[in-house]
């Protein structure tokens, strides 16, 4: 915890020290001017946080060289026809060679799919066929259980008959009842 806040108190310190040299003002010996700015927070708390923000900004070229602001880039000569020519061809030749490179992967990878494919062995057992004894006895119990429940759909169906038949009678009767109340 010590160190932590010597840490702290040393990136505090260092960040307010650049920030009361930044207006400090120049040219040095013809070095630029110098001139930047710096901003620091720090706050500490038993939970233990610190921020600074620093940004500079420099001038010149320094060395008694005179005061533009922004480096200066030399000037670069145009291509000629034949140098245009060539970086043309270069550049076709590299996307004909990227185009041959492509293929060659797919086709290399193509290949390896059909060898891997070819590779993978034989399964361990062939599916086999029910016997037909076997198959003739699967065949008896299906049709034993369909006939069993088209017989119990018929039961259902019936009881369906008789509660709707009781059900009108009820109706007739509630009905009669009311109107009998009524009266």
Not at 24 to 42: A, I, K, Q, R
Not at 64 to 75: D, F, I, L, T, V
Request: aromatic share 10%; glycine share 8%.
């Amino acid at each position: 915890m010590k160190k932590m806040i010597t840490l702290a108190a040393a990136a505090v310190l260092a960040t307010t020290s650049m920030t009361a040299s930044a207006w400090w003002g120049g040219p040095w010996n013809g070095l630029g001017d110098g001139f930047g700015n710096g901003v620091g927070d720090g706050s500490f708390s038993m939970s233990f946080s610190a921020r600074s923000r620093v940004s500079g900004y420099g001038d010149g070229y320094g060395y008694q060289h005179p005061y533009y602001g922004y480096g200066a880039y030399a000037p670069v000569a145009p291509l000629t026809e034949e140098q245009q020519k060539a970086m043309a061809e270069q550049q076709q030749a590299y996307a004909e060679q990227q185009a041959k490179a492509m293929q060659a992967a797919v086709e290399a990878q193509r290949k390896f799919a059909e060898q891997y494919a070819s590779a993978q062995p034989a399964p361990a057992f062939e599916p086999f066929a029910i016997p037909a004894d076997v198959q003739a006895r699967q065949d008896a119990m299906r049709k034993q259980m369909e006939d069993r429940r088209a017989e119990m759909m018929k039961r259902v169906e019936a009881q369906r008959a008789a509660a709707e038949e009781q059900r009108a009678v009820l109706r007739k009767e509630i009905e009669s009842q009311r109107q009998r109340r009524d009266i």
